[in-house]
């Protein structure tokens, strides 16, 4: 067993990590509501709508979320769940955050999934030593070489905490060399991995063809089931390499039929029915979605530490669904799908409250 000091020492540090977490998402949303020019005024339906519906939790959530999360359609939903409650507090019940870095490494897709198709391994490094894609330990001059002499473009990335896009390099077959590849190595350090760049569908090429085009679906392990909650598709701006929305590319939600919503949103929170190519969004289905979401459901199955997890999926030019990565600490989007939990709200929000109260007063 463990012993008392290290469990009140874990408990402490998740304690540190919440209020860090709902300071920094109420921080947030002011900023964004000043932005917003005050967003929806609700005054009457969150004292006769919202409080009601959270009193039962014995919970009264500040009325800004409101104002953000019901200003696109101006109608109130008390389902939507404020950033610092789901951030701070429902994340870490629903996900065991002490084991996220080591959930999420990248280096050990190929030992949790298998099975699930995923980009081309090169080479890896973990904790300082470096592997073959058969997990086979080689030196560095070994992994040099096997990057130096791949047929085809790869991309080198830190396997923890690379979200957006951050530190990832893309290697072109016919100018890099080893001298390039050696300072990428001792930049990152440790804690990376070389990857094939994947080929992607046409119709996902054809949204932004430098860039590839991911599908972020979260999916929620409730009930002894896999729920999917939302699903968006990232798309790049023109040139750009990385499909993220901060560097000027767009999200649009995703349908259960694979279609996508007329609208997608900009980095400026502008919500637009076209890409920078003049496709129309509502004009564009997302090729085997229905296999994705298979894929999904497949795979968080094996991941119960983690209830809560954002999928990055693309489809590539054969139409196989491949796992690019994941996140144990997805986001709710609900600006642009809505509440996060849906119809399972009341159900999520019962145990929640219910066997939270119930561990506060076991410890």
Known sequence: MRSGFRKK???????????YRKHSYRKKAKLR???MDGGYKCDKEYREIIVPYWKKYGYK?????YQI???ADKKIDPRYIPDDLYYGEMLPYFSNSQFRRFGEDKCYHDIWFPDIKRPETICKNIAGVYYD?????ISFEEAVALVVTFNGECLIKPSIDSGEGRLIKFFCQDMRNKKEIETAFR?????????AAVKQHEILAKMNPSSLNTIRVVSFFFEEQVHILSSILRIGAPKAKVDNVGAGGYACPIQMNGNLNAKAVNRKAEWVEEN???IKFDDVKIPEFDRVIETIKFAHKRLAHFKLVGW???????GEPVLIEYNTCPGANQISCGPTFGELTERVLDEFFTKRTLANAQN
């Not at 894609?133 to 330990?137: A, C, I, K, L, V």
Request: aromatic share 10%; with cysteine.
């Open 33 to 35: 509501l000043k932005r």
């Open 312 to 318: 990055d999926m693309s489809v590539d030019a054969q």
């Open 276 to 278: 920078s190519f003049g």
């Open 9 to 19: 020492r874990d408990a402490l540090d998740l304690k540190i990590e919440s209020l």
């Open 187 to 195: 930049e990152l350090g440790a804690n990376f991995i070389l990857q």
């Open 69 to 71: 999360f019901c200003d």
């Open 133 to 137: 894609s058969n997990m086979n330990p």
């Open 61 to 65: 959530p500040a009325k800004y979320w």
